[in-house]
């Protein structure tokens, strides 16, 4: 469980999030969505210790800024928007550094060809010899999510859920690629872990997330299930656009249509 | 074709794992052994006496009586005296400065870190000059004290003072800028040249053949004193680093990423800027100004063995080791009788290697 309480972030003088009341739960996906620069990132960059918070934030009940580094790396793996390698690393080199904490959780049977095998999840399977200098930026990006899945393997350890914090792990990602990834994300939630994931594609939220909150402003506009918060009025109000929200017969799954494409229908 | 593309074919072969270079750098740190070995007996047993180290062998071997018969006495004081401890400084200097050197790349992120570039060996100079000038007069309590050691301790003084003012500078938010690193330590070098050129203003006779002989670059000077005043603090570096290797590693991927993978992010860059500071310092005061070995040796083992820190650091060492001494034999040999400082060498041979690799990486520089 992740809870943050009244969290408050500054950047400099600029107070960047304020007042945010946020749960996650183990065995969900829960997505944070907002337009450009309502805080999102530094949020989930003050929820992965990264920046001094006011407020409380607790992972598993412990609270995040009071955590060591090599403690908070065994509950969760954070996947930045993107990462430059300054030197020449292979791709299974940069995968490996995964489990230099040592708390992958694997079976012994599996440690030793962890690598390949997050690497063949992230369908990059026979990449281990690449340089990651050489990847497009979207091989790179699943390189890193491959990096991150090896650190928390196991979605539980030990009897704790343990998180992905991933920050838009598929905007540099084509469609397909975008499934495989948020496939891998809903089956670390189904087996017991939990996923905080940045999205921007309003579709790929109501498709996967089993929850969502929206953020405006710095704060947490609204928050519930999909099918609460994606509602034509909240979100064209949150994004300034004019949006129109259908649902789609099966399932009862929302999707999102700008307004001038959803009148010609 | 780029550097990448030449050994990416040689990496798929060497190991089992594709991408898994470490089976290539163990083979690669024996042979450094070896080479190393090799380089210290020529080191000890060539030069303008025919002393060699088979009758140091020779004397070592057999018994007491026996062993006179091998070295004479005036071999014996070219070996043990003059060579031997000339040896010991060299590796001594060329493991301090490799390491030095892919420290300092791994805590910058950048593989043009060099500690002679960006002006810490500049410090580290400046530091050892007020010793040799002041040391009678204005430092006089301190070189009391602090005996022989008093010369490495001022220098790396001095080099510390360069490096975290170096990073205060460049470093924002976590993230070093190349460009504010490489033009911050052109500033802060300058100054402490200005500073030491004062020192040499005021300096005497004795004083300034001490610098002048110093500042060049040389292992001409080298004791035994020297060797164990310097030793201590370079055995520590080179025993420390290797703690550093896998955190240097994660940094390659950014000081948040580092974190999030467990890396307690600032005790590792307090302890790499320490011990690039006492490496450059320990090296620059027994040596002085002996340039480009902290970024050639580096970046050639990244060609061969890959940027893993845990291999890196002691193949850096026994190559910079090996590099130095190589060195000092040319320099000893190419204008015999008489000696060419080395400083004057690895300039001559690491200025036109640097300018290669800033061809090769223009882009990424990204200035």
């Known amino acids: 469980m992740i809870e943050a309480s009244t969290v408050g972030v500054s950047i400099g003088d600029r107070r960047i999030v304020e007042d945010v009341v946020f749960t996650a739960s183990a065995g969900e996906i829960t997505a944070i969505v907002g337009p450009n620069g309502s805080g999102k990132t530094t949020f989930l960059r003050a929820l992965t210790g990264d920046l001094p918070y006011r407020g409380r934030i607790t992972l598993n009940g412990r609270e995040v800024a009071a955590m060591r580094p090599p403690e908070a790396a065994g509950m969760r793996a954070v996947l930045p928007q993107a990462t430059q390698l300054s030197f020449p690393f292979t791709v299974r080199e940069v995968v490996k550094l995964g489990l230099m904490g040592g708390r992958s959780g694997a079976l012994a049977g599996e440690a030793e060809r962890l690598p390949e095998r997050a690497l063949a999840k992230v369908d990059l399977d026979g990449f281990g010899g690449r340089f990651y200098q050489e990847l497009s930026g979207g091989e790179q990006q699943r390189v890193q999510l491959a990096r991150v899945l090896c650190q928390v393997w196991a979605p539980v350890l030990e009897g704790r859920p343990r998180y992905l914090f991933l920050d838009e792990p598929v905007s540099s990602l084509d469609i397909k690629h975008q499934l495989v990834i948020m496939d891998i994300a809903r089956d670390y939630a189904r087996r017991g872990g939990g996923v905080v994931a940045i999205l921007h594609d309003l579709n790929l939220t109501a498709m996967y997330a089993d929850r969502v909150a929206v953020m405006s402003h710095g704060r947490i506009a609204a928050a519930g299930t999909p099918r609460d918060v994606l509602e034509d009025r909240l979100i064209a109000k949150v994004f300034d656009c004019e949006l129109k929200v259908g649902v789609l017969p099966a399932g009862g799954v929302p999707f999102v249509l700008p307004q001038s494409v959803a009148a010609r229908l | ?367």
């Open chain 2, 1 to 367: 074709m780029s550097i990448q593309s030449v050994v990416a074919p040689a990496t798929m072969h060497s190991g089992q794992i594709a991408g898994d270079r470490s089976g290539r750098a163990r083979l690669v740190i024996g042979a450094l052994c070896v080479v190393l070995a090799l380089t210290a007996a020529f080191g000890v047993s060539s030069g303008a006496s025919d002393a060699s180290a088979f009758a140091v062998l020779k004397g070592w071997l057999l018994p007491a009586g026996a062993g006179e018969a091998v070295l004479s006495e005036r071999d014996r004081i070219i070996i043990y005296d003059i060579r031997m401890p000339r040896v010991v400084m060299g590796m001594l200097v060329g493991a301090a400065l490799a390491v030095s050197g892919a420290v300092m790349q791994g805590l910058f992120r950048n593989p043009l870190a060099d500690p002679a570039i960006v002006g810490v060996s500049a410090g580290a100079g400046l530091g050892a000059v007020s010793v040799i000038v002041l040391g009678g007069t204005l430092l006089a309590p301190l070189t009391a004290v602090l005996g022989i050691y008093a010369l490495p301790l001022a220098a790396f003084a001095g080099g510390l003072a360069v490096t975290l003012t170096l990073y205060r500078v460049a470093t924002r938010r976590g993230q070093t800028s190349i460009a504010t690193m490489l033009l911050a330590g052109i500033a802060i070098g300058a100054m402490a040249v200005a500073l030491t050129g004062l020192l040499i203003f005021v300096a005497d006779d004795r004083q300034l053949r001490d610098f002048t002989f110093w500042s060049l670059g040389s292992l001409a000077g080298a004791t035994w004193s020297k060797v164990f005043a310097v030793g201590p603090i370079v055995v520590a570096v080179l025993a420390v680093s290797p703690f550093l290797a896998r955190g240097l590693n994660a940094m390659a991927l950014g000081e948040a990423t580092a974190a999030h993978l467990g890396v307690p992010v600032q005790r590792l860059k307090h302890v790499a800027i320490l011990l690039v500071s006492a490496g450059t310092g320990a090296a620059v005061a027994v040596s002085g100004g002996i340039a480009f070995v902290g970024i050639v040796v580096p970046h050639l083992l990244r060609l061969l063995i890959g940027p893993d820190n845990r291999y890196l650091l002691p193949c850096a060492a026994l190559l910079g080791a090996s590099l130095l001494l190589i060195a000092d034999a040319v320099s000893r040999t190419i204008v015999a009788p008489a000696e060419l400082p080395i400083g004057i060498l690895t300039a001559a041979a690491g200025g036109p290697f640097f300018l290669w690799i800033l061809l090769r990486r223009r882009g990424i520089l990204d200035l």
